[in-house]
Antibody, heavy 120, light 108 residues
């Protein structure tokens, strides 16, 4: 059974940083792209970043490139998201999701999310 | 940049009725579209991929259709657990960035 468990969320001040983790099990982690998607309170889904199975390629929307960094450690079956220069509007539930292939076109499985709150 | 527009924003139906949700792309995306369901307080769940392929474990009452710019998610007969928010999603060819529609809420 595929399982994804996010951690690392919490309360942080504007301008601060956080590192989110997503521990995966139940599949060959290195064979699949992974992605982060966030959801602000009461809002829709927003894609944050993606990474190929090998970790050699990463992708971001223009609005998040330069502040957020996605990475993975295939030896630990763990996906990471480093959030820097956080703003109040980065407050959201952050989900990690497993792609359907080496370069994902959809997310087949999702974690339960970790909540990031940016507030002074 | 491809924009996905979902309609209607809210669909008010009763259990047993048929639900028809629309997702329109701003340009031709062939069959590269997925649909997700998000129940209140839960993570999203993949329903449909490649426009018309049902994901593993998804009940047969869910079906997807369409290609090009117009796509439809159909729930043939609503069950109580189907009242939720539904999102469409596309991944661009290059760079491989993702776009979500704004969602359709199916309510009682």
């Amino acid at each position: 059974e595929v399982q994804l468990l996010e951690s690392g969320g919490g309360l942080v001040q504007p301008g601060g940083s956080l590192r989110l983790s997503c521990t995966a099990s139940g599949f060959t982690f290195s064979s699949y792209a992974m992605t982060w998607v966030r959801q602000a309170p009461g809002q829709g889904l927003e894609w944050v970043s993606g990474i190929t199975g090998s970790g050699g390629n990463t992708y971001y929307p223009d609005s998040m490139r330069g502040r957020f960094v996605i990475s993975r450690d295939n030896s630990k079956n763990t996906l990471y998201l480093e959030l820097n220069s956080l703003r109040v509007d980065d407050t959201a539930m952050y989900y990690c999701a497993k792609g359907d292939s080496g370069i994902a076109t959809s997310a087949t499985h999702w974690g339960h999310g970790t909540l990031v709150t940016v507030s002074s | 940049e491809i924009v996905l527009t979902q309609s209607p924003a809210t669909l008010s139906l009763s259990p047993g009725e048929r639900a028809t949700l629309s997702c329109r792309a701003s340009q031709n995306i062939y069959s590269s579209l997925a649909w997700y369901q998000q129940r209140r307080g839960q993570a999203p769940r993949l329903l449909i991929y490649d426009a018309s392929h049902t994901a593993t474990g998804i009940p047969a009452r869910f079906s997807g259709s369409g290609s090009g710019t117009d796509f439809t998610l159909t729930i043939s007969s609503l069950e109580p657990e189907d009242f939720a928010v539904y999102y469409c999603q596309h991944r661009s060819s290059w760079p491989p960035t993702w776009t979500f529609g704004q969602g359709t809420k199916v309510e009682v």
